[in-house]
């Protein structure tokens, strides 16, 4: 086919993948503005079914502006979601996030299976300097931020200076914290391979790993400061350290259930990931023991101990192309638009501080770490994106601090949804500009069955 | 038992069908309609070990609908389309054994409907409106056979030829009024209003929303050859159409037969798309037999349970007086007439399914009462319908005389050549 050829046929494509999703809109509009709400429970088929469809649809036509498929699945939330087309309201998205449960095991497993230990022991200067400097700088430099901005922010404003002290920590510590998901989902996307794909993957997941012990640490030392009488208790840091023991054990002992089975069987891996993603998971929540180190450690040992690595994490790497689209359009449709409006300039001047924080911090830990050139040029766009994991632990501070809670919360929300929507595009763009990205895509006529 | 424990349940059930099932219905091994699953939901239902109950089952109710949905979507797509043994196959069914099974399931439909009005004036008060709606999701529910059963002829016996092809068209036209029937009734079973347009309009739902999805899914798929995308689009579209028509108050079983219909026609996407769809056939539709076992709960049936008898019975008969009738122009053998009526009166998957949206959609007597009857004879069936149909074709010369058949298959459903290949 020549270059013109080609590049009609794209573009009636694209025509049609436009109309495609026009037609589906309308009559999901027309569906739902005619019929009143019978029964809630019937709603979610009707949001999971509009957001895969119209999500898998606008992802390929962003594809032809650049933008990674997230952005786009992130739209479709919003806009068929509770604010924009109100195709669903907010209850339903709320039965949807168990969705993000299975999403979670997925991109803890696959982040564990890319984790090869001897590419772990070759970064570990890199990677021990970039987590002490993005942490240092970027949590200084946020809190720093936060304590200048204290007088815009009214949840903050009636604090004591202590307790603003431990708010701006807080922030700080947050701030460093990054998205696995959204690492993963763009990696997935763009087939991306070589040094930069690789260290990023290796260091969101393990700077996840050093925030989640970080932050149960830091809540123990600030609790005082925010809460009248109360006093540092050791016993906490015991509950933490056997969650943290607990996890990794656990998640050693699936790992190897997981080699065994992919070793004697081998069949119907998507089946043995749903029950990991949702019974696994309601288990290790009721021992309270963390399903993302759990995972994480599973996809290790399985990458390290066996070489039955590559053909699991195709089996999430499929899996995961369908659950992404509904985990990042839940998260769109669970934006808070109003919200968002009103808190913007705020949230804005926080992802500037961030960005440059985090470029800043890239540069001396590169030159510490002795990355490579295209990691100390590239590797910061990677660190840009920030969601579920950011949320999940400002949902711990609403729990812990119902002082602060829902001003914090809301602030949180909208500075996660700019670091979610523009990190993913800066990140997609730097995977290119490197040349790691890939073309290559299972087709169905080499490929019979997913299952 | 938690919900938790009940999705790993169905999970290692679906792990097992996925296994045990490939294409129609449970081939290779256990019985020709699959009752084993039934009888495996019944035994852990509320009916003898009670590990799980209604209300749990309610929890997972749009996984249910959804589930419901796909089957018939993947039921659909291989609409009119007769598979060899070993799967690898496609002939197109014959027409006029597929327009007289058509008639034969309207005609089964009707007197099971009628029967069952009749019936339920003399032990229930109810509206009218309801009273007719029941009686006729009950002909529909069972007015088709198993066809699973010519699947399992095939694989354990070998069987091939005019006769088997004839016999399978038969039952697949019978399939289309349980189908498309369900689209209608459900109207007339669950929609709040009564004004003409508005029911028209509700009727003809599933059948917009399955066209213009179907017809979205094929210009889609005309272009997307990705895997991931596939499975995106074609999820998409069949969650959609089973959301939007359950928000409609209408079938979801009827928009996902029509999609799947739609798109099974495609002569470029839908082999394509059976191939895809084939493994993940059985992982769904098993847990549904599953559920649909465990949904029962015969202390809710109560007095109706005469009834569900005397529909077992009365549809029996209507099978065996339609097979004498149509006998000569299937089989060609008259003298195997109550052979045939025998396998035509077995009953299978789409019964239970077409049931169990009912029972899902209304809880309680009525509900319990459809359930039961679907389920009744489905197990009854199992008991002749399989002895019918070895009859049937042995009296054509149409079984493998080795009798090993092609059991031996491969995971995507290839066999292994055996016996007459």
Redesign the interface.
Known sequence: MTGTAASRSTLR?RA??L??LI??TC??LA??R??P???E??????????L??????LA?LVESLLLPHLTAYIVVGVVGGPHVLKLFDQDTVEVLLPVNTLAISLIALAGGLELEAKILVNLLRSLFWSNVVQTLVVGLATAIAFMALVPYLPFASQLSQRARFAVAAIWGLLASSRSPSATLAVLAQTQARGPLARWSLTFVMSSDVVVVIAFAFLLVAVRPWLIEGDTLSIARLSVLGREIVGSVSLGICLGLALIAYVRLIG??LQ?VL??LG??VT??LHYVQFDPLLAFLTTGFVVRNLSDQGQSLLQAVS?MS??VF?VFFATAGAHLDLPLVTKLWPIAIVFFGVRLIATWVASQVAGRAGRDAPIIRRFGWTSLVSQAGLTLALSHTIEREFPLIAVGFRSLVVVTVAINEVLGPIVFKYALERSCETSKH?????K????? | MSPGWLLLGLLAVAFLGSNVARGRGVRGFGLPSGSEWILSGIAIGPQLLGLVHLRELSFLAPVLAAGLGWVAMTIGMRFGVCLRPGFEEEVRAPSGAFLLGAVLGLLTAVGLAGFVYAALGQYVVLAPRLRLGTAMWIGCSLSGSARQLVDWAKERHGARGAVTDRIEATIGGSEVVALAGTAPLSVLLFSPTMDVESVLLRAATPLILGLLLGLVALWLLRFEMRIAETWGILLGVQLLSAGLSLRAGSSVIAAGFLLGWLLGRDPLAGPELRLLTRPAEGMVLLPLLVVAGTSLQLSEVGYLGWLVIGVVCVRVVIKLGLARITCGHIVGTPSAATAFGLSLASSGEIACLVALEYTLSTPGQLGQFVLACALATSLLGELFGAVGLRRTLASSHELNISGTGNRHCTNHGSAETTGWQ
């Open positions: 494509q049609i993948e109309f495609a037609v589906c009559l999901a569906v739902t005619a019929e709400v019978a029964d429970r019937w709603n979610v088929i009707l949001a999971i079914g509009f895969l469809l119209a999500g898998t649809m390929n069949r119907h089946l749903l029950a949702f019974v309601d288990g499929r192309g369908i689209v895509e299972a087709i169905r006529d490929l019979p069955s997913v299952v």
